[in-house]
């Protein structure tokens, strides 16, 4: 089993449509949970970053944890055109940015005007 | 505020070649990390430098290795390079502390023929 499970896709939604991407983990020790934003044939862009569970906002987008249930979920409201990339959850340990990043595979967006 | 730099773009080498591959950290990061990401697949951790320490290495051979300079820049060198190294390179730098995460540079793309 993998440590971070993440569906690869590909999503393709409607513009205004609210996005849910989703990734499951196994490893108990995880504590900062994140999302990346990966344009083709770039670096991934940091959207969010959060600690333990609970629900981070931030404009149209929204991170939620859920550590009981090894869980975690990205939300986009009213997706845009421009949001159509290759987005990762990541996960490390209980030394945050000290520590290597786990990814999921990656889930590709598609947001069609 | 400068953000992570990465050299070259883009580079071909052929089977049983030698690479180093340069990263310039974000001002103010001690801390470097480099990862690999095949095509298709989420970023897979090679190995952190702290304060020009190895400090974490992940399932690769060690015909991958590594430096840091006193100004926190880091290389990475892959000798022997195989097929199998075919892939985009990428160079993420930190704070170091466990509240911060990693910013993630443009990546090497790298072609072994």
């Known amino acids: 089993q993998k440590e971070v499970e993440q569906d690869p896709g590909p999503l393709s939604v409607p513009e205004g449509a609210i996005v849910s991407l989703n990734c499951t983990y196994s490893n108990s020790a995880f504590q900062y949970f994140m999302w990346y934003r990966q344009y083709s044939r770039k670096g991934p862009e940091l959207l969010m970053y959060?600690?333990?569970?609970g629900n981070k906002e931030d404009g149209r987008f929204t991170a939620q944890v859920d550590k009981s249930s090894k869980y975690i979920s990205l939300f986009i409201r009213d997706s845009q055109p421009s949001d159509s990339a290759t987005y990762l959850c990541a996960m490390s340990g209980a030394q945050g940015g000290s520590e290597k990043l786990v990814f999921g595979k990656g889930t590709k967006l598609t947001v069609n005007p | 505020e400068t953000g992570v730099t990465q050299s070259p773009t883009h580079l071909i080498k052929t089977r049983g070649q030698q690479v180093t591959l340069r990263c310039s950290s974000q001002s103010g990061h001690n801390t470097v990390s480099w990862y690999q990401q095949a095509l298709g697949q989420g970023p897979q951790f090679i190995f952190q430098?702290?304060?020009?320490?190895?400090?974490g290495r992940g399932n690769f051979p060690p015909r991958f290795s590594g430096l840091q300079f006193p100004n926190y820049s880091s290389e990475l060198n892959v000798n022997a390079l195989e097929l199998d190294d075919s892939a985009l390179y990428l160079c993420?730098?930190?704070?170091?502390?466990?509240?911060?995460?990693?910013?993630f540079g443009p990546g090497t793309r790298l072609t072994v023929l």
């Open positions: 959060t600690y333990s569970s």
């Open positions: 430098y702290y304060r020009e320490e190895e400090n």
């Open positions: 993420a730098s930190s704070l170091g502390g466990d509240t911060d995460t990693q910013y």
